[in-house]
């Protein structure tokens, strides 16, 4: 089975401007949460969707959304851009077997630089 | 609340020499806890997840890690070190079994020297 992808691999970007960045999930996962990973902060959660609806969210500004799509790709967008907005973004699937503890399954992640 | 603290930045330890990484969580109800791995330029690996069906877990590697209540501590352990198991080391701790919000430690680096 193919695992978790993501793209791109690496953005550069200006303040200001806005990006996307995309995550397919492993076949069959339902589940993909995003985690922001900085050297100062470490791995900070941004949110998770299950079945195309936000489930989880965490303490990040309004500037970062995401979406779900029925084939369960997820999207992640962040307008705007701010220098510390520099980080790795990963993403991670979940199958969620009920009566099973959940496992989450990351990507590669996408290195973003604001310049 | 829960959170995770890793004690340590920083690991360096000896080829052959045994490896102990601490993780000390936070938590409110039972938790559920996992060890990841992260080489560089990449993403995390699950190395082992605790889920009260046995304290003593093993997992990939030759890693194992014991979860202690009554210490509050999942620390992870490998008896000998390889050269390639120098990389950056996560705990992370979550509520739920199926909620994708896994809170993470700061991270241990380890280093292997020859």
């Known amino acids: 089975k193919a695992g978790v992808t993501q793209t791109p691999r690496y953005l550069i970007k200006t303040r200001g401007q806005q990006v996307t960045l995309s995550c397919s999930p492993i076949?069959?996962?339902?589940?993909v949460s995003w985690y922001q990973q900085t050297p100062g902060q470490g791995l900070q959660f941004l949110f998770e969707?299950?079945?195309?609806?936000?489930?989880n969210k965490g303490n990040f500004p309004g500037r970062f959304s995401g979406r779900q799509f029925s084939n369960s790709r997820s999207e992640m967008n962040v307008s705007t851009l701010e220098l510390g907005d520099s980080a790795l973004y990963l993403c991670?699937?979940?199958?969620?077997?009920?009566?099973?503890?959940?496992?989450?399954?990351f990507g590669p992640g996408t290195r973003l630089t604001v310049l | 609340a829960q959170s995770v603290t890793q004690l340590g930045s920083h690991v360096s330890v000896s080829e052959g020499a045994l490896v102990l990484l601490r993780c000390n969580y936070s938590?409110?109800?039972?938790?559920?806890l996992f060890w990841y791995v992260q080489y560089p330029n990449q993403g995390l690996q699950l190395l082992l997840k605790?889920?009260?069906?046995?304290?003593l877990v093993k997992g990939i590697n030759g890693f194992e890690a014991e979860f202690k209540k009554s210490e509050t501590s999942f620390h992870l352990t490998k008896p000998s070190a390889h050269m390639s198991d120098a990389a950056e080391y996560f705990c992370?701790?979550?509520?739920?079994?199926?909620?994708?919000?896994?809170?993470f430690g700061k991270g241990t680096k380890l280093s292997v020297k020859p």
């Open positions: 969707y299950f079945s195309e609806t936000q489930r």
């Open positions: 938590s409110s109800v039972p938790p559920y």
């Open positions: 076949s069959g996962h339902r589940s």
């Open positions: 991670a699937s979940s199958l969620e077997v009920a009566g099973e503890v959940d496992t989450q399954y």
């Open positions: 605790y889920t009260s069906a046995a304290t």
């Open positions: 992370a701790v979550s509520e739920g079994g199926s909620q994708g919000n896994l809170i």
